[in-house]
């Protein structure tokens, strides 16, 4: 069965900290990893990783995979209030339609102003 | 630009009754589109997706069903609701053809079985 494991459960810091939010999976059939912020209601896109090494970048938050070792990281830089959300990390499996994506329990980050 | 439309954002109904989730995506054609359900401290769960009118596939056994009958539109059903259906509901797009793109979420339902 497809894992995975997202760390730390929870997260508190201040404003201006940087955060390293940890995803690793196990999975039978990997194409893609994908990282989602969840404020109230809809998770939106972050970022899609599918090559090791390469490091995906958009203002404070960048994250990068590696595929030897099955794990991604999600790091945020000078954090601000509006970073609190419920961070998920997902991985793709290419065996049936598009996408099937299995996705992790979550990361709740907090930013104490 | 493509936009989903998920309705509606809560429902309090007793066990036992049917339930009818609708979701619609506008500014594609030919979506996959999927049902997830999010229950509290566990990860998005996925229920059915389509990659056509018509065509689902069911991840999971349950006493829920999914229907397409229209490109764009992506309906999760019940006939008789369970205690254990209570959950956050969300639809999701991706676009189809086998590309490798993400998949975006509408605002979901909340839905408790009381």
């Known amino acids: 069965e497809d894992k995975v494991v997202q760390s730390p459960l929870s997260l508190v810091v201040h404003e201006g900290d940087t955060v390293t939010l940890n995803c690793s999976y196990e999975?039978?059939?990997?194409?893609?990893l994908l990282w989602y912020k969840q404020e109230k209601k809809a998770p939106t896109f972050l970022f899609m990783l599918?090559?090791?090494?390469i490091e995906k970048k958009s203002g404070r938050l960048s994250s990068i995979l590696d595929k030897k070792e099955l794990f991604s990281i999600l790091n945020i830089t000078a954090t601000q209030t509006g970073d609190s959300a419920v961070y998920l990390c997902?991985?793709?499996?290419?065996?049936?339609?598009?996408?099937?994506?299995?996705f992790g329990t979550g990361t709740r980050l907090t930013i104490i102003p | 630009s493509q936009t989903i439309h998920q309705w509606p954002a809560t429902l309090v109904q007793p066990v036992g009754s049917p339930l009818s989730l609708e979701c619609t995506v506008e500014?594609?054609?030919?979506?996959?589109l999927y049902w997830y359900r999010q229950a509290a401290g566990r990860g998005l769960q996925l229920l059915f997706y389509?990659?056509?009118?018509?065509?689902i596939s069911s991840e999971v056994p349950q006493n829920l069903s999914a229907s397409r009958p229209q490109d764009r539109q992506f309906i999760l059903s019940s006939k008789k609701l369970l205690l254990s259906d209570s959950g956050f509901y969300l639809c999701?797009?991706?676009?189809?053809?086998?590309?490798?793109?993400?998949?975006?979420f509408g605002d979901g339902t909340r839905l408790s079985i009381l």
């Open positions: 500014g594609t054609s030919n979506p996959n």
């Open positions: 997902a991985v793709g499996d290419p065996n049936f339609g598009n996408e099937k994506l299995t």
């Open positions: 999701a797009w991706s676009l189809g053809q086998g590309r490798k793109q993400p998949q975006h």
């Open positions: 599918t090559s090791s090494g």
């Open positions: 389509s990659v056509g009118i018509g065509q």
């Open positions: 999975v039978t059939n990997f194409r893609s």
